[in-house]
Structure formats: C-alpha cells, structure tokens
C-alpha cells in the first residue's frame, strides 16, 4: 500500500452499535488525525495522536476514542453510534518536522458513515 | 473563538483568473494552508504560507498577509478540472488545523 488507507469505504449502521473505522498508513508519519466532514462545515478535528502511545482530544470528541498502539494504525470508534454522527469521516497522518514548521496533512480516501 | 471565512461559492470561466478570499481570526498562527478537495475524494496540498508575500506554484499562487488575517489562491488559465472546493486552513497557536468551510468553484466553459 503507499499512503493512507481507510476501512470500510462506506457503512449503514443502526443507532446503538458499536463500530470501528480503520486507518492505516504507510509514510512512518509521527501523528495522526481523524477528522468529520458535514456540508456546510470546515473540516472537525476529532481526535489527533502526535506519536505512537499517546493521543488527544480535538474540537469535537464526544462519543468517539482513538488508539495508537503503533505509528501506522489508528483506529477511530464509536462506542454506541446516534444519527448525529452521521458524516464523513477522513483519517490524516503528517510527519511534524518538531523545528516550528508545519507538514502537510496526507488525507486518506474517507469512509461515508449513516447511523440510522 | 476561533473562525475562518471563505466565500461558499463561486463561478469563473474555462481560461479566466478566479481568487479565493480567506479571512482568519485564531489563537495565534503558525501558518495557512490551501487544499483542494474533488467532489467525493479527500483534501489534497496545494500551498502553505508562513510569511508574507505570494508563493507561486505554476498556475496556482497563494498570497499571506499576517497583520490583515488575509489570504488568497489565486488559480489562472482555468481548466474544467479546477473544479472543486478549496480550503483555506490555519495552524493556530497548538499547531492544530483550524479549517474553514471551503468555497465550491464552478467552472463554465
């Protein structure tokens, strides 16, 4: 694979399951990102992960928790999904130079989630 | 609190100039970023300012100026192609992405 990859691409889902969205990448980026996008909306920053083991909470983290075991995985779940958290959903990864200048975000294709 | 404005829709024609406006008010900055998102795909890098001034990129440009909040891409010799959304981002004082909504680009022949 060579860049970022999301699992599933799209999901219909019933109010009240749980679900994993999966992200991989394969640039050895430091951090990682999770982000919703709405129409009418900038992009959301949910939770983020500046290095392997650690993460943090982003503008609009209720209802979703992050892991990051290891630099290329970083899994995005909802524990118990409402209709509200229907979006899309777009993983990013960025290699932070750690000097004061910023890299570019890398965006994976996205996974369009309905919660009926 | 922290905002980014960008105008929700424009429309040039094919070979023309369009500039898109981006005004910002954050906690701090640490630079701007302009993305380009296709219907249905993911952001993609355009530019990144820091300081002021125009950065040229081939028929993209983007221009900064820190005491204004102000920033604009400008996109020339238009192709049916250009057609999209593009975000204007800014890295506040966290070094998180501070996004606006992006402005939707139609393109006429």
Known sequence: I?????????????????????CTQDMRHNAMYWYRQDLGLGLRLIHYSNTAGTTGKGEVPDGYSVSRAN??????????????????YFCASSDIAGTGDYNEQ?????????VL | GQNIDQPTEMTATEGAIVQ?????????????????????E??????????DGLEE???FSSFLSRSKGYS????????????ASYLCAVVDSNYQLIWGAGTKLIIKP
């Not at chain 1, 630099?71 to 899309?88: E, I, K, R, W, Y």
Request: aromatic share 12%; glycine share 8%.
């Open chain 1, 2 to 22: 060579a860049g970022i990859t999301q699992a599933p691409t799209s999901q219909i889902l019933a109010a009240g399951r749980r679900m994993t969205l999966r």
């Open chain 1, 71 to 88: 630099t290329d995985d970083f899994p995005l779940t909802l524990a118990s999904a409402v209709p509200s958290q229907t979006s899309v």
């Open chain 1, 106 to 114: 890398f965006f994976g294709p996205g996974t369009r989630l309905t």
């Open chain 2, 20 to 40: 898109i406006n981006c005004t910002y008010q954050t906690s701090g900055f640490n630079g701007l970023f302009w993305y380009q998102q296709h219907a249905g």
């Open chain 2, 42 to 51: 993911a952001p993609t890098f355009l530019s990144y300012n820091v300081l």
């Open chain 2, 57 to 59: 990129k081939g028929r």
């Open chain 2, 72 to 83: 604009y891409l400008l996109l020339k010799e238009l192709q049916m192609k250009d057609s």
